[in-house]
């Protein structure tokens, strides 16, 4: 199952462009024998209220103790779903989403995850407290400028952004700061008074948290009305 993003934080920015690579992905796999399956997913905004890498890492462990952004949980559902209609233990996605619902709710799939997390050697302490994954030292707050709603957030350039502060690389001789990134305390459709959090920075020095924190505020559009929400799963 292929979760292919379309929109302005994505590779593919059109669904026209998003479609193309699905089919030309589909077509390779089940040119090598494989069931495959891809879904066009909106990345106009970020999925969540993380990103960085710790960040991201706690987030999907809230999810997997069934809580955890309402987005990220439906499509983490949707994703699954559709791999057990491809595995063929279900016919329809509307059968297989209560037994996804169901593992997150009685522990199972954290069980799952456990076990993956022993056999490649991961601390699994970190699943029951995730105060363990690594933490900036520094934690800068961004407001919004005004009051109104969240119309639009640039995905794209808060994960460049994330990329300044060394939660990904360009170069290869460039290190990794597993704790550094974003936390969004509003997201697209809230509405916001102005000087209520919109985002903390995370960052290893004060000094590197404050060089992006106009260019962070920037990204967020605010509107006197909310704005239509996409769907997730724009095609299958």
């Known amino acids: 199952v292929l979760d292919v993003k379309c929109g302005g934080g994505a590779f593919m920015k059109d669904l026209k462009s998003a479609r193309a ?9 089940k040119g090598a024998g494989k069931r495959v399956s891809a879904l066009i997913t909106d990345m106009s905004a970020p999925i969540g209220r993380t990103i960085g890498n710790a960040l991201e890492t706690r987030e999907a462990i809230e999810i997997l103790r069934n809580g955890g952004p309402a987005d990220t949980r439906a499509l983490t559902l949707e994703l699954g779903a559709e791999m057990l209609v491809v595995g063929k233990r279900c016919k329809t996605s509307q059968e297989a989403l ?5 593992a997150l709710a009685d522990g199972s799939a954290l069980a799952v995850f456990r076990r993956v997390v ?4 991961g601390d ?3 699943i029951d407290d995730p105060a363990r994954l690594p933490q900036s030292k520094a934690k800068v707050v961004v407001t919004a400028d005004k009051t109104g709603y969240i119309t639009g ?11 300044e502060l060394g939660a ?3 170069r290869a001789d460039q290190k990794i700061d597993p704790a550094a990134g974003f936390e969004l ?3 697209v459709g809230d509405r916001v008074a102005r000087g209520a959090p919109l985002v903390t920075i995370h960052a290893k020095t004060p000094a590197l948290a404050n060089s992006v924190h106009v260019r962070v505020g920037q990204a967020f559009s605010c509107g006197p009305r909310a704005a239509r929400k996409k769907p997730l799963v724009l095609e299958r």
């Open 168 to 170: 990904g690389r360009t």
């Open 118 to 121: 022993k056999a490649q050697g």
């Open 153 to 163: 957030i640039d995905a794209l350039a808060l994960g460049k952004l994330a990329i």
């Open 21 to 29: 690579l699905a089919k030309a992905l589909v077509s390779v796999g």
């Open 185 to 187: 305390q509003a997201t």
């Open 124 to 126: 699994v302490r970190t």
């Open 98 to 102: 209560p037994l996804l619902e169901r």
